[in-house]
């Protein structure tokens, strides 16, 4: 395949001919790049990006989106020679990399090629900015080894840079600053130049060229906005070039969705199998060697680990050897570690698996899918099973995550700071992790959870084994048995597996049981209120597949509560998306 090379009459000032690129040194480049980093920030780059931003406009510019890194495009010819210019810049030799998937779908159009001949990958190595930010430098790579027929295009992609540009990240991406910042860079003369969505990272890049009078010598600009912003990524795009490979954007982008369900397995064959524990984080197992340690078929093991490499579970041998090393992220399915997350993956891609696939019964009845499959709920199918029983518990205590900061929220530390012992009531309280986890941060707390009868004797033992069964209480009931006469209730992760008839119901049998001081705290997910992307979305539909519940927005959540005489406070964020309510019984 020939690349077609540019007309030297055309070429801008300063640029270096394709016949000239022998001169030019990756690992210059890469240098100045990290220099370039190291240097600056977002108040001083964006006047010379944009000259005529100013004043109060580049305030609120510079506060939403931060210099994040320096972007360019290289051309090792071999693992082992991009690891030795990484080393030479002073950068991670081991920085994990993925697959790019806007870069390879543009190199592919400029030079009229199949992207799938184009392996680029991209990756992160850390820098710090001039105050000590966290920074990187983001490194996009075409391997091109001798005599490769790709040596055409490394050679006009140096000369013209075309990948070369400055990014920007913002903090708290949403659709309506998305465009704001796309208005305001327009209004100085950046101009659209591309862009994509990468599944792999769940990312939205948005491209432009900087105005012919800019005083920067980088003429590309990306805004970086974590998430899918493919609506606004649309708006960038119309009327480009890039508009006529939309389909095949398009469909490329939906054999990505639609592959969800291997990871979903992957993940957990990776965690079944024990490939965690057989592995090192700090060095590369050799393939045949992990198949010895775990009774695997070495040639279907490397097909499973490239993939998961794909997904930054486990990384390659950087030394090009036929071995992988487990990644932080892989590091979460050890069986072992603290707040293990494997029983949500065994889980996840056990009954839940299996009833997601009756999801349109769901859609089509409204009936839980779960219950159409199993024949009965899912509360009493686990009740009944042991071991599922006790995966399910350990897969909730998975996401303890989430409720971290709990014991520190202002009314758990007022009725621990109280002259008399106070008392958290956990209704519904699982295997005691959270109630724990609250005892333990405040000794003078007692404790009372309340849960069937098959949970209470392992919150027992767990809770006995943290050292503080002896404040605890345990009722074995259901949720017209709530304890009257405590201080602080808590509801967490209960209301959302209910309709909404059944949460009055729990939460009037609450407000029943609490004195006119106490508290409640209520812990779920919100249902953004402007549709933007959100984990909570996703746990909607699979409250409503396997338990026919639902997740909520804080107004509806407030609603639920004056229709049982209680009144919502505030609310307060927490981990992986879950937010704190606080309610007390409304004034009479």
Known sequence: ??????????????????????????????????????????????????????????????????????????????????????????????????????????????????????????????????????????????????????????????????????????????????????????????????????????????????????????????????????????????????????????????????????????????????????????????????????????????????????LDVVAEDPEGQDGFRLTPLGGLLLADSPDSMRPLALMYAGPFYRSFAALDHTVRTGRPAFDELFGENHFDHFARDPELADLFDRSMAASSRMFRPLPAHPVITAAAQAPAPRTVVDVAGGNGELLGRILTAHPTLRGTLLERPHAVETARRALDAAGCGARCDYRSGDFADVPHGGDVYVLSRVLHDWDDDRCREILRHCARAMPAHADLLIVERLLPADGAPSLATAWDLHMMCNVGGRERRADQYARLLADAGLELLDRTPLPLEAHVLHARKAPA
């Open 1 to 310: 395949m020939t690349t077609t090379l540019p007309d030297e009459s055309i070429l801008p000032a300063g640029a270096v001919l394709p016949g000239e690129t022998m001169f030019l040194d990756d690992t210059a480049r890469l240098r100045a790049a990290t220099a370039f980093v190291r240097e600056h920030d977002s108040a001083t780059l964006l006047p010379l990006l944009l000259p005529g931003l100013c004043g109060p406009e580049l305030e609120s510019v510079a506060a939403r989106c931060r210099f994040a890194h320096v972007g360019l495009l290289l051309f090792p010819s071999d693992a082992q020679d991009l690891r030795g210019r990484l080393v030479e810049c002073g950068l991670a030799a081991d920085t994990p990399a993925q697959p790019s998937v806007v870069v390879r779908a543009r190199l592919a159009r400029r030079h009229h090629r199949d992207p799938a001949e184009l392996d680029v990958r991209i990756l992160r190595p850390r820098v710090h900015g001039p105050a000590g930010e966290r920074r990187v430098v983001e490194v996009f790579t075409l391997p091109v080894p001798a005599d490769s027929d790709l040596e055409p295009i490394a050679a006009h992609e140096r000369a013209w840079g075309h990948e070369a540009h400055l990014a920007f990240e913002l903090e708290h991406p949403d659709p309506l600053a998305l465009h704001g910042l796309c208005a305001v860079l327009a209004r100085h003369g950046a101009r659209p130049d591309g862009g994509g969505y990468n599944p792999h990272e769940d990312g939205t890049v948005l491209y432009f060229t900087t105005p012919a009078d800019a005083a920067c010598g980088y003429r590309r600009l990306e805004l970086y906005a974590p998430g899918d912003h493919r609506g606004a990524l649309a708006a960038h795009l119309d009327g480009l070039d890039e508009r006529p490979d939309s389909d095949a954007r398009s469909a490329e982008t939906l054999l990505h969705l639609l592959t969800g369900a291997w990871t979903t397995q992957a993940l957990a064959a990776f965690a079944r199998l024990r490939l965690p524990e057989a592995m090192e984080p700090g060095a590369a197992v050799g393939t045949r060697e992990l198949a010895r340690r775990t009774g695997t078929h070495p040639d279907s093991l490397a097909t499973l680990l490239r993939y998961l490499a794909m």
